[in-house]
């Protein structure tokens, strides 16, 4: 496993964006409530840049998958190193890389990363509960 | 025997649970219904879409479940059914596993009276159970090795995390979940 390094040059007012499957948010709630499972971060939590990106190209391909946003200061507050991975798909995509092993996160780090995301655009599927 | 066997046995004493075949009613339904031992008529289904000529290895006698359990069996199914990279980053779906471990989990609680479980997949393979009242929720994270991680969270502060070695560990934390609510707990 190559040693991860923190990019610097990703300033920590830096918002991440990241598309949530509708299977992970509860949509019984009021307003609808993104689960902390969505922010696992088995080998990396995949997010894009978002002044590298917009929400149309985050979502074009993914048109049932709501977005959510934080901040990269607020993920390095946690502990999670932040650096660029750029796809293909997505040349804004980066990794928040957690300190336990394989880059997750513990389960405090997850519920308090939920608590401080924004949700940019919720899309309710039409069969979901 | 598997552990769905040993607890179907442990609440029909008499019953005999075993691997049969069968064939579904069509090709979406694949109710059966049967009498064992101890006469009770029970109904299994199976989340297999190819019903006919189906080993059978193990049955879930609906009857004996709560309506959580049956709801989050349901929801566990569907999150079963995702396919590679649902979540749009490569993913796999939830690994057998996980898949196992979550349901050994479901029918191992013998507490009737719980708040609706909600059923949610991780990327990665893994699945996450998830319980809220009020004031507090209880998260049991399923990695996709089957291994299990908890977190306690009150007023939605998170009050506690680690580790689950064993199924059974899971009635404590589930009893910190409603003690402050009545509940009905089976014999």
């Excluded at chain 2, 349901?74 to 749009?88: A, F, G, H, I, Q």
């Excluded at chain 2, 991780?122 to 049991?140: F, K, P, Y």
């Amino acid at each position: 496993m190559p040693e991860r390094q923190d990019d610097p040059t990703i300033g920590k007012s830096e918002r991440l964006w990241r598309r949530i499957h509708p299977f992970q948010i509860n949509w019984n709630a009021n307003p609808p409530i993104v689960s902390t499972g969505a922010f696992n971060t088995s080998d990396g939590l995949s997010v894009s840049i978002a002044s590298e990106t917009t929400l149309e190209a985050l979502t074009q391909s993914h048109p049932e998958d709501s977005v959510v946003e934080f901040e990269v200061g607020f993920a390095r507050s946690l502990g999670c190193l932040i650096f660029r991975d750029p796809t293909e798909e997505d040349p804004a995509h980066a990794l928040v890389w957690g300190p336990k092993s394989r880059g997750r996160l513990s389960k405090t780090q997850m519920d308090s990363l939920r608590n401080a995301a924004t949700v940019l655009i919720y899309r309710r599927p039409q069969a979901e509960n | 025997m598997s552990e769905l066997q040993k607890w179907a046995s442990a609440r029909y004493a008499d019953a005999v649970i075993s691997a049969f075949s069968g064939s579904g009613e069509t090709a979406n339904s694949c109710t059966f219904t049967t009498s064992i031992s101890t006469n009770s008529s029970l109904s299994y289904t199976s989340t297999n879409s190819s019903c006919w000529y189906t080993q059978w290895s193990s049955v879930i006698p609906t009857r004996a479940l709560s309506q959580w359990q049956i709801e989050g069996i349901k929801r566990l199914n569907k999150v079963l059914s995702l396919p590679e990279n649902w979540d749009s980053y490569g993913s796999r779906p939830p690994t057998q596993a996980a898949a196992n471990t979550a349901m050994d989990l479901i029918i191992s609680i013998d507490i009737d009276d719980l708040v609706p479980l909600r059923v949610v997949p991780v990327s990665g393979g893994g699945i996450q159970l998830e319980w809220e009242t009020s004031t507090r929720a209880l998260e049991l994270e399923i990695l996709d090795g089957g291994t299990i991680e908890y977190l306690k969270t009150e007023d939605g502060t998170p009050v506690d995390e680690g580790h689950m070695h064993r199924i059974d560990q899971v009635r404590p934390l589930l009893s910190w979940l409603i003690s402050s609510q009545p509940v009905l707990i089976a014999a």
